[in-house]
């Protein structure tokens, strides 16, 4: 596709219930990563996937948290029992390389998340 | 400990003066890239320029220039005759190449650029 793509752009969840992000990055990006940023904040990394594997899952807050990548493309990242510190907007991004290359991040508009 | 450091949270400035904003990096590899993002109100952030640490010099794109300087690890953007549109979030990111799992990303500074 032309830019990074995600889905919902707005999600507004109960406490407790379970949500599924989506990205569908840049075609031809091998690497795509996470990041989460909460209001007014920075952006908080949560995981870097190249093609399907996950070399650094370091980010991600708790075992609530996970994430896939199928077929070197579309990644889900899948929140279980959402709590309210849950809300904000999770930032998508892929490059063409892994960071630490010449290389830069291309981002999507991002989901913005509600546990209400 | 913080690899990016922008010290500035919020900077106002008047239309048409120039602006300086700040970054600081921290890394003990020889090959790095330094990067500048713009995030405007309606959230996406859009890549400006990527810089590698073997080259020094400074950028200039129109109202924007880059000042990169590896002596006092600093990679600093100024807007030149700043607009209303210059308003944003701009936030100053590293990538390393011994540890190349993510970009890592300073606080971010939010300029102001009042008519």
């Known amino acids: 596709g032309a830019g990074v793509s995600q889905s919902p752009s707005n999600k507004v969840t109960e406490k407790g219930k379970d949500v599924e992000l989506r990205c569908d990055p840049i075609s031809g990006h091998t690497a795509l990563y996470w990041y989460r940023q909460s209001l007014g904040q920075g952006l908080e990394f949560l995981i870097y996937?190249?093609?399907?594997?996950?070399?650094?899952k370091s980010g991600l807050p708790s075992d609530r948290f996970s994430a896939e990548r199928t077929g070197g493309s579309v990644s889900t990242l899948t929140i279980q029992r959402t709590q309210q510190e849950d809300s904000a907007v999770y930032l998508c991004?892929?490059?063409?390389?892994?960071?630490?290359?010449?290389?830069?991040?291309?981002f999507g508009q991002g989901t913005r998340l509600t546990v209400v | 400990a913080q690899k990016v450091t922008q010290a500035q949270t919020e900077i106002s400035v008047v239309e048409k003066e120039d602006v300086t904003l700040d970054c600081v990096y921290e890394t003990r590899d020889t090959t790095y890239y330094l990067f500048w993002y713009k995030q405007p109100p309606s959230g996406e952030l859009v890549f400006l320029i990527r810089?590698?640490?073997?080259?020094?010099q400074n950028e200039i794109s129109g109202r924007y220039s880059w000042n990169f300087q590896k002596s006092t690890s600093s990679f600093n953007f100024t807007i030149t005759a700043s607009q209303v549109v210059d308003s944003a979030v701009y936030f100053c990111a590293l990538s390393e190449s011994n540890t190349g799992n993510q970009f890592y990303f300073g606080t971010g500074t939010s300029l102001t650029v009042i008519p």
């Open positions: 810089r590698n640490s073997f080259d020094e």
């Open positions: 996937f190249q093609g399907n594997s996950a070399p650094d």
């Open positions: 991004a892929s490059s063409e390389s892994p960071a630490g290359t010449a290389t830069e991040a291309f």
